[in-house]
């Protein structure tokens, strides 16, 4: 008889791991290192924000939106069936993180925190024996991340992965990092509206801003991707995120947990030079829904946003695609 633990049989005991930290009396009997004891293995969780299922080619989306992520389903279990434990951020990342409904966890307000009961029983506590590794450029991820910091063995300072002139902001109100943003984008960025709050450094920062992204923006005709609000200068590029991930999973000791929240395909939908346009009058036409009784206002620009979300979702896949085959080669 062959006893060998795969891949495939190990996938499938950590898809039970979010139901088992729910159940300390079966959590006690039943440690998640001993499912992986005879060898234990690398887990990365890789998440884009506001990726939707019915926009991927895969799930029988007309547009061929993920050709690596399409690749690699060939060699992975799909799941076909899994709903967010809510339609934004908050709710939705901590379910995720702590394997229960936010009724639970209780982190349903927008950049809220779960309850102290989860703070060292999460996703992260399951996997103690590994090395516990994190980032995420959602402010509001950072939130719950900073909550089970004392579970994970390196959170990655989410200004290290941005472009922005205001890291100094970032670094001393790192407590406060969802409201400082707020208040530094008022104080010294120039809104759509043409104004800020502070006549000079809004300037002064506009000009340096310019100067540090300037190489860029011919590889981002519609502006390059945005970690805060439109008008905000904590751009990055998921390029650079990748590149940072790639070499920290290389250096750091084995086996690893790793968990990491990209922003895109999260609005705004600042594509690449290389995917802007691509879908441009390809004839797709969207399914028809019937519309509710009680809706009025139809948005004229719906079709152009998708476009540009699916474009945005090219961006994702290529870099995904770049990654996954980086620490498929390297045997990581």
């Known amino acids: 008889m ?15 791991i979010p ?31 506001a990726f939707s299922a019915y926009n991927i080619s895969m799930h029988g989306y007309k547009r061929e939106t993920a050709p690596n992520i399409t690749r690699l389903a060939e060699r992975a279990l799909v799941y ?16 995720l993180l702590t394997g229960v409904l936010p009724w639970t966890h209780r982190a349903f307000n927008p950049g ?67 409201v400082v943003s707020v208040s530094w984008n008022r104080l010294a960025n120039v ?16 000009y340096i801003q310019d100067k540090k992204t300037d190489g860029l923006k011919s ?14 200068d904590d751009t990055f590029l998921l390029e650079q995120a990748v590149d940072y991930i790639k070499s920290r999973l290389t250096a750091i000791p084995q086996p690893f947990f790793g968990y990491f929240h990209f922003l895109p395909p999260h609005d705004p939908y600042r594509s690449t030079s290389e995917f802007t346009g ?10 028809d829904k019937p519309m509710d009784i009680f809706y009025t206002r139809v948005n004229q620009g719906l079709e152009k946003k998708r476009t540009e979300y699916d474009e945005f979702i090219l961006y994702c896949d290529k870099e995904f695609g770049r990654l996954f085959e980086y620490l498929d080669s390297s045997g990581i």
């Open 80 to 95: 076909h069936n899994h709903f967010a434990g809510g339609n934004f951020t908050t709710p939705g990342t901590a379910s």
């Open 2 to 16: 062959n006893n060998r633990f795969s891949r495939r049989d190990f996938l499938k005991l950590t898809s039970l």
């Open 19 to 49: 139901l088992g930290l729910t159940a300390n009396p079966l959590l006690r009997l039943a440690n998640p290192g001993n499912l992986y004891h005879a060898e234990k293995k690398n887990i990365l969780i890789i998440v884009f924000d």
């Open 112 to 178: 809220g925190q779960v309850s102290d009961s989860f703070i060292a029983h999460n996703l992260f506590s399951a996997f103690k024996n590994h090395y516990r590794i994190s980032y995420s450029h959602n402010t509001w991820v950072n939130i719950l991340l900073n909550q089970f910091r004392n579970e994970i063995d390196e959170l990655i300072p989410r200004e290290n992965l941005l472009l922005g002139s205001n890291k100094f902001i970032h670094k001393l109100f790192r407590k406060d990092d969802d």
């Open 278 to 287: 691509v879908f441009q009058n390809d004839g797709f036409t969207p399914i």
């Open 219 to 232: 590889l981002f005709p519609r502006g390059i991707p945005n970690a805060g609000s439109i008008d905000s």
């Open 191 to 206: 809104s759509a509206e043409g104004y800020a709050y502070s006549l000079f450094l809004s300037h002064i920062n506009e």
